[in-house]
């Protein structure tokens, strides 16, 4: 080998070790990140840990984002390094409500109903702000029953999944969940911050210590619904609150519930100005039933069987399929959950938030 070529090739090794180390560097925690992934279940059901900074801070001092296309560039430019990425956000209807345990605890279960779609645990601990444990709809990222976050290289969109989060509880026991309205899709236009359905949602998880901050956050937002839908949503703490948040009009409605009233939220308005508009009326009428025959009391193991209660498992006339994705029953003052994939009652993944 001649000096001339020694040299080209010395010179090539080098630049190469230096992108690597350059790359290693600017891309670690999202290596990281990326890593952490695993499948936890054969349906199709994933956890994350999420050690990068996913720029929550950075969307809202920006003024947030009016849609989910904003959303999207802001996930590229500062999430994907430019990788593309799309957020699409399907219908869905749900089932939520807040119980209490014989001990004294306070819970909150939730049920999310659609056609069959991949989920992932989605574990964050923000620098600033509440460390939490969520639960993603990663079909909205693209991905597929069929085709997962399965290898390094396909698991670099899970980085957004922060974002697409479906519900959620905080180390202060801050739960919520979003349901799903076939109504005028909210869009608020003031001089508040801009944010989507989810990021709003992540918002809540990550800056909300109970149900009032909670308020208080949606209330200074303009909040824009996404994929041309409208939502409510269901939060419910660790001290027994619980409130409603519906948009009637694109005006923000907040229906607490008072001391010795039950909570529950299925895919239909409770807001007085245009109650019963949407569905699911059947499904709150039995956790409505099943929560005031037992006096808001149930076991953990009593609320999933309610969940169970309510869940679905039909096809419509166009063939479409709806079923229960997943069940959860957040414990908010032990910052447990236990978690049912696709229906299968029989097999329960407990977490601890802080494992």
């Not at 519906?246 to 807001?271: C, H, M, P, W």
């Given at each position: 080998?001649?000096?001339?070529?020694?040299?080209?090739?010395?010179?090539?090794?080098?630049?190469?070790?230096?992108?690597?180390?350059?790359?290693?560097?600017?891309?670690?925690?999202?290596?990281?990140?990326?890593?952490?992934?695993?499948?936890?279940?054969?349906?199709?059901?994933?956890?994350?840990?999420?050690?990068?900074?996913?720029?929550?801070?950075?969307?809202?001092?920006?003024?947030?984002?009016?849609?989910?296309?904003?959303?999207?560039?802001?996930?590229?430019?500062?999430l994907m390094k430019g990788l593309p990425v799309n957020i699409t956000i399907p219908d869905f209807g749900c089932s939520t409500f807040q119980a209490k345990t014989p001990e004294g605890d306070w819970i909150f279960g939730r049920n999310y109903d659609l056609d069959p779609i991949p989920g992932m645990i989605v574990r964050t601990k923000p620098e600033n702000?509440?460390?939490?444990?969520?639960?993603?709809?990663?079909?909205?990222?693209?991905?597929?029953?069929?085709?997962?976050?399965?290898?390094?290289?396909?698991?670099?969109?899970?980085?957004?999944?922060?974002?697409?989060?479906?519900?959620?509880?905080?180390?202060?026991?801050?739960?919520?969940?979003?349901?799903?309205?076939?109504?005028?899709?909210?869009?608020?236009?003031?001089?508040?911050?801009?944010?989507?359905?989810?990021?709003?949602?992540?918002?809540?998880?990550?800056?909300?210590?109970?149900?009032?901050?909670?308020?208080?956050?949606?209330?200074?937002?303009?909040?824009?619904?996404?994929?041309?839908?409208?939502?409510?949503?269901?939060?419910?703490?660790?001290?027994?609150?619980?409130?409603?948040?519906?948009?009637?009009?694109?005006?923000?409605?907040?229906?607490?519930?008072?001391?010795?009233?039950?909570?529950?939220?299925?895919?239909?308005?409770?807001?007085?100005?245009?109650?019963?508009?949407?569905?699911?009326?059947?499904?709150?009428?039995?956790?409505?039933?099943?929560?005031?025959?037992?006096?808001?009391?149930?076991?953990?193991?009593?609320?999933?069987?309610?969940?169970?209660?309510?869940?679905?498992?039909?096809?419509?006339?166009?063939?479409?399929?709806?079923?229960?994705?997943?069940?959860?029953?957040?414990?908010?003052?032990?910052?447990?959950?236990?978690?049912?994939?696709?229906?299968?009652?029989?097999?329960?993944?407990?977490?601890?938030?802080?494992?």
């Open positions: 080998m001649n000096k001339v070529l020694k040299r080209v090739l010395i010179t090539i090794v080098v630049a190469l070790l230096v992108l690597s180390i350059g790359f290693y560097a600017l891309f670690n925690k999202e290596i990281s990140t990326i890593n952490s992934i695993k499948k936890i279940d054969d349906y199709g059901f994933y956890e994350i840990n999420v050690t990068s900074d996913y720029g929550l801070d950075g969307l809202v001092e920006s003024g947030g984002a009016k849609n989910d296309g904003e959303l999207v560039q802001y996930v590229v430019k500062t702000g509440y460390q939490s444990i969520a639960i993603a709809n990663i079909s909205v990222l693209g991905y597929t029953l069929e085709k997962g976050p399965d290898s390094f290289f396909s698991g670099l969109t899970s980085l957004a999944a922060p974002y697409v989060m479906m519900d959620g509880m905080n180390e202060k026991g801050l739960s919520i969940g979003v349901l799903l309205i076939k109504d005028t899709p909210t869009d608020q236009n003031t001089e508040k911050v801009d944010l989507t359905t989810t990021s709003a949602m992540r918002l809540v998880l990550d800056k909300a210590a109970n149900v009032d901050e909670a308020i208080t956050i949606f209330e200074n937002l303009d909040m824009h619904a996404s994929a041309n839908a409208s939502y409510h949503f269901q939060i419910a703490d660790a001290e027994g609150n619980s409130a409603v948040i519906e948009y009637i009009d694109n005006k923000i409605n907040v229906i607490r519930k008072n001391e010795g009233e039950i909570q529950a939220l299925t895919n239909f308005l409770i807001s007085e100005e245009k109650y019963n508009f949407g569905k699911g009326q059947d499904r709150y009428e039995i956790l409505i039933d099943t929560l005031t025959e037992k006096n808001e009391t149930l076991t953990e193991v009593e609320a999933m069987s309610l969940l169970e209660a309510v869940s679905q498992n039909k096809v419509s006339e166009d063939g479409e399929i709806t079923a229960t994705q997943w069940s959860v029953v957040y414990n908010n003052t032990k910052k447990t959950l236990d978690v049912v994939v696709a229906g299968k009652f029989d097999k329960v993944y407990s977490y601890s938030l802080f494992d």
